[in-house]
């Protein structure tokens, strides 16, 4: 089955721990993205990437970082997470720049 | 500041009649437009899109449509059904990067 696998899909850290989150699509897809769901602002992007070594930032870049080091994953990493950090996140992947994004089920990461 | 905005939070429509959802965008640079569906605790769904070349792109009940000189991106669901009851995002790139509404959740009743 064509999917994007994200995991966890729940985390509930402290302030300053470091976490990965990852994300692995089995599509063969050029494309991936990492977005923020937040109430009443949608969803936001983070970063993302073109191809394999390949990345750039998003709309809301900063605290996260990034890696492509395979075609298929595409982890986020915050490196000392904060409490605004606190939000649903989701991956999502496409074999075209033009067209729609296949998405994960989501992180719903909690820093406290 | 927001570039896409979907300013109904919410939408409720009969079964069988149309349903219209509606987004504004500010920045003249997007080239690409589409569609999402979401349902709860899960990612969201790709319904349809539109380039900024065309004026209206359908797929069987969904169809986009897109104002350009308005700003103004409309999605149609026609005949709405029970199952459609979700929320809508629309969506709108420059390149690589993409930019959402908040979402418009769609109630279809029976």
């Known amino acids: 089955e064509a999917q994007v696998t994200q995991n966890p899909r729940y985390l509930i850290t402290v302030t300053g721990k470091k976490l990965t989150v990852t994300c692995s699509q089995n599509?063969?897809?050029?494309?991936m993205s990492w977005y923020r769901q937040d109430p009443g602002l949608g969803l936001r992007q983070i970063y993302y990437?073109?191809?394999?070594?390949?990345?750039d930032k998003g709309d809301v870049p900063e605290g996260y970082k990034v890696s492509r080091k395979e075609k298929r994953n595409f982890p986020l990493i915050l490196e000392s997470p904060s409490p605004n950090q606190t939000s649903l996140y989701f991956c999502?992947?496409?074999?075209?720049?033009?067209?729609?994004?296949?998405f994960g089920s989501g992180t719903r990461l909690t820093v406290v | 500041d927001q570039q896409v905005k979907q300013n109904s939070p919410s939408l409720s429509v009969q079964e069988g009649r149309i349903s219209i959802l509606n987004c504004d965008y500010t920045?003249?640079?997007?080239?690409?437009f589409l569609w999402y569906k979401k349902y709860p605790a899960e990612g969201p769904t790709f319904l349809i899109s539109?380039?900024?070349?065309?004026d209206k792109n359908e797929d069987g009940r969904f169809t986009v449509f897109l104002n350009k000189s308005a700003k103004h991106l409309s999605l149609h669901i026609v005949p709405s059904q029970p199952g459609d009851s979700a929320v809508y995002f629309c969506?709108?790139?420059?390149?690589?990067?993409?930019?959402f509404g908040t979402g418009t959740s769609l109630t279809v009743i029976p």
């Open positions: 999502a992947s496409s074999g075209s720049f033009n067209y729609g994004y296949t």
């Open positions: 599509m063969n897809h050029e494309y």
């Open positions: 990437s073109m191809n394999v070594e390949v990345t």
């Open positions: 920045n003249s640079m997007f080239d690409y």
């Open positions: 539109i380039s900024s070349i065309k």
């Open positions: 969506a709108a790139s420059t390149g690589n990067q993409f930019y």
